[in-house]
């Protein structure tokens, strides 16, 4: 077998994986929402998740910010 097809195989494998992952986020995110769906939180508690998520990455950003300015 040569290299090149050694590294096809292993992109394909790669590929594969990837789509594996998906698949297994997708589901699991699915199962999430259905569990959620039952606790009455639903959109709010997903609002609140993202705005909460975009603060850490914009403090995030301005902590590294200072660091590369000369």
């Not at 590929?15 to 995110?29: I, S």
Request: proline letters at 3%; a negative charge.
């Amino acid at each position: 077998m040569g290299m090149k097809d050694q590294f096809q195989d292993k992109s394909e494998q790669w590929q594969q994986q990837a789509k594996q992952k998906a698949e297994q986020a997708k589901q699991a995110k699915q199962q999430g929402q259905r569990g959620r769906q039952g606790q009455g939180q639903g959109p709010d508690r997903d609002r609140m998740r993202d705005e909460e998520t975009e603060r850490l990455q914009r403090e995030e950003q301005e902590r590294l910010d200072p660091d590369y300015e000369m």
